[in-house]
T-cell receptor, first 109, second 116 residues
Framework: RKEVEQDPGPFNVPEGATVAFNCTYS??????FFWYRQDCRKEPKLLMS???SGNEDGRFTAQLNRASQYISLLIRDSKLSDSATYLC??????????FGPGTRLSVLP | DTGVSQDPRHKITKRGQNVTFRCDPI?????LYWYRQTLGQGPEFLTY????????KSRLLSDRFSAERPKGSFSTLEIQRTEQGDSAMYLC??????????????FGEGSRLTVL
């Protein structure tokens, strides 16, 4: 079993749609959680950290369920510019950042 | 530019040759990571440094791979006797970790390796 698994995708949604990505992780000792965004042929960039109480940044909402070892990302009112691959990232006390395979999103006009 | 920089951006080599990549992290960052990414996959961890100490190496890092960070600043990743399966994007990232384990990663633009 992979350490971090994500919805396989791709997700093709119309502009304005709400889309949710799911991620599960296997290491219960994991301490920090992130969503990164990667545009085609570019490097990954931090989208948002994920906190235990859940957090929101504009149209983006991240949630963490430690008991189920599950992380989610919700994008509301999706824009064409949201088209990218979304990477779920988990970090444990070993200080290693483990990336999921990513879920590709295409927002269509 | 104060971001993470990598060199070269692209490298084409013949099977069996050695290649070396360089990474210059953000200057105040104490951690430096190397990842490998192939098409359609997420970045795979290779190794990381805390200052000049190499603290963890992935099982993916065979004996042909070696990484150094001699003065705790820039790092090099060398691949000896390259194989076609080494073709990938090699990503370097740095972070500032103050011991609470929450420092985010900042990536360079990567070094793309093609082994013919």
């Amino acid at each position: 079993r992979k350490e971090v698994e994500q919805d396989p995708g791709p997700f093709n949604v119309p502009e304005g749609a709400t889309v949710a990505f799911n991620c599960t992780y296997s290491n219960s000792a994991s301490q920090s959680f992130f969503w990164y965004r990667q545009d085609c042929r570019k490097e990954p960039k931090l989208l948002m950290s994920v906190y235990s109480s859940g957090n929101e940044d504009g149209r983006f909402t991240a949630q963490l369920n430690r008991a189920s070892q599950y992380i989610s990302l919700l994008i509301r009112d999706s824009k064409l510019s949201d088209s990218a691959t979304y990477l779920c990232v988990v970090k444990d006390y070993g200080q290693n950042f483990v990336f999921g395979p990513g879920t590709r999103l295409s927002v269509l006009p | 530019d104060t971001g993470v920089s990598q060199d070269p951006r692209h490298k084409i080599t013949k099977r069996g040759q050695n290649v070396t990549f360089r990474c210059d992290p953000i200057s105040e960052h104490n951690r430096l990571y190397w990842y490998r990414q192939t098409l359609g996959q997420g970045p795979e961890f290779l190794t990381y440094f805390q200052n000049e100490a190499q603290l963890e190496k992935s099982r993916l890092l065979s004996d042909r791979f070696s990484a150094e960070r001699p003065k705790g600043s820039f790092s090099t990743l060398e691949i000896q006797r390259t194989e076609q399966g080494d073709s990938a994007m090699y990503l370097c990232a740095s972070s500032l970790d103050r011991g609470r384990g929450t420092g985010e990663l900042f990536f360079g633009e990567g070094s793309r390796l093609t082994v013919l």
